[in-house]
């Protein structure tokens, strides 16, 4: 095999510079194009990638990290992971990953402790693995048609298995990757690049030895690509020995989370992650050369930290921010080129010594009554009913919406026409709540361009993109704000939207704010102040935005954290210190609101039965979260939880519609695990991405079900 390249990606953005892959991706599931439309956008985005790569300066370009949903969903398919009752499908790969009218979805979580989703294999003891190669061999012939070589990217066989819970199955996916190894030497591919991200957490020795057991198995196939193990997000720690003793000849490293290793690494190429793939800042020279010369290997590659999936494509799209700020980014292009250009350095240079940043000492928030005083308060105040029903927040974003906002930006739409058309938006929201019974209403947000990026844009020290997108899954993207200075709340933000949806209904209205954990972690952050200093700042806006919509009368104010899981270190050790923290920000939000005040908080598709207790611990009098499309896997978690739970009953990031029956199912199920007198009903998440036929066909279906418990009690 010839030598690594000198520089190289580890992955690179696939939804296409202006989302062409989300449109065409929505295209096709609506019935507006086909297949082979579809795969000719894919198609297209994959030259220009590499096309751009190759003009960037980039020896080392990466293939099969395009996926037209989740790479993770593509690995289980490599392997022939497809479980029996999606074959038969239209579409078998979309209805794993989206359902069908008579198919729930997979079940889909965060990747680590990024806002990325993945789709969660299913392996049970009837999985047959069988290789299809297809993908990643029609893109190395794709690319070397176009003039490129490349290195296939597939998720590594350890990490798979860890994710989908089936590493006694190890023996037999080897035989797969043994099998892809094989036919990608007879294809003429020189390297391979398998992705083992779990392996920067806590690993016992049996997931050690699996790792040992994997890579001298794969290592020693006879016709074989070079093996690059490409490990991100962390540390490998007690996994990096393990790898090295093991006939693979390079290993990836993140060198900006992780920092360098002490092992000495001769015998192996080493691809130094050193451009961060997860901010957006512009990586510091000298401490990125002197990273690299430390490194003790026989050969080191400059190389991105990660894969640049989590950042938009170019800072060049973004003529509207200001410059001073512009000049501290670099987004993917600006990373390859840093990229490029320390590869040609030779790696010399020193680190100067940082600015010393004194972390605060502990954060004292005012403490609310008891929850079992608030409880009382609160019940003598809004009166509501067993089980009351209500929703998380948004409802669907219509194009005409989607349409006015733009004309506003473009300045072909008035601030108050616009203002109109939003509070027609949030009378109709109000009025189908009402049809349908919902107890608790919410406004929609019809305002709010995203959760994160509407208290973005009314917050100081922030700043947002135009094209800054980046896929959080499927065809959804975000645009992450970037907080870059001190922040500060110079007026209200939401109290107009909320105090004009009230007096529309006698019902109570939440108000909507996003938690501070939330906004932190959905943003790009500034890296010059400890995560937890900005936080607080965060956190010290939105408690005034809850003294302010508490002062306007809202009686019930809903203060999200679902990057809460999101945010906690990959490693225990470091867990407990950051949960403290995240708690006592969230209470520091929340702890001005009075005791007749409901505090509500939502959590979703994040393995939240993990933190649980933390979640008590932002005491919250009620908390929804997601169980619907994990099959409700949380409530064997909750039986110590001490406060108003709502378990969701209505996957919304499916399009496909519950019925009553199975509404009815889950929640009988709920309350096998809960007192009644503690439990909501509501669906898994916002239903700001279904359209108003699905959302009111299934919001019926809840009602129904939940009135013939409310029956039985």
Known sequence: MSPFPKSTVLGYPRIGPRRELKRALESYWDGRSTRAELDRVGAEIRERTWRRLAELGLEGLPSNTF?????????????????????????????????????????????????YHYIVPEIGPGTVFRLDASKPLGEVREARALGYETRPVVVGPVTFLLLASALDRLEEVLDCYAELLAALAAEGVEWVQLDEPALVGDRTPEELAAVRTA????????????????????????????????????????????????????????????????????????????????????????????????????????????????????????KVAEVVALAATGFHGSAPAGPSVPLPGPVVAEERSPYAVRAAAQAEHLRLPALPITTIGSFPQTGELRAARAAVAAGTLSQEDYERQVEAEIERVIRVQERLGLDVLVHGEPERNDMVQYFAEHLDGFAVTRNGWVQSYGSRCTRPPILHGDVGRPEPITVRWATYAQSLTDKPVKGMLTGPVTIVAWSFVRDDLPLRDVVFQVADAIGEEVRDLEAAGVSIIQVDEPALRELLPLRRAAQADYLEWAVAAYRRATSGASDRTQIHTHLCYSDADQILAAIDGLDADVTTIESARSGARILGAVGSFGRGLGPGVYDIHSPRVPGAEEVEDLLRRTLKALPAERVWVNPDCGLKTRTYEQVEAALANVVTATRRLRDEL
């Open 67 to 115: 996926s037209l949903y989740d790479q993770v969903l593509d690995t289980a398919v490599l392997l022939g992971a497809v479980p029996a009752r999606y074959q038969e499908a239209d579409d078998p790969y979309f209805a794993m990953a989206r359902g069908t009218a008579g198919l729930a979805p997979l079940r889909m979580t965060k990747w680590f402790d990024t806002n």
């Open 215 to 334: 890579y001298e198995r794969l290592g020693s196939v006879s016709a074989r690509p070079g093996l690059f193990v490409a490990s991100y997000f962390g540390d490998l720690g007690e996994a990096l020995p393990v790898l090295a003793g093991t006939p693979v000849e390079a290993i990836g490293i993140d060198l900006v989370r992780g920092g360098v290793p002490v092992a000495d690494l001769t015998g192996k190429t080493v691809v130094a992650g050193v451009v961060s793939g997860r901010d957006v800042w512009r990586t510091a020279p000298e401490r990125a050369l002197a990273a690299l010369a430390a490194v003790r290997a026989s050969r080191v590659v400059v190389s991105t930290s990660s894969s640049l999936l989590h950042v938009p494509y170019s800072v060049e799209a973004e003529p509207e921010l200001d410059p001073a700020l512009r000049a501290r980014l670099a987004f993917a292009e600006q």
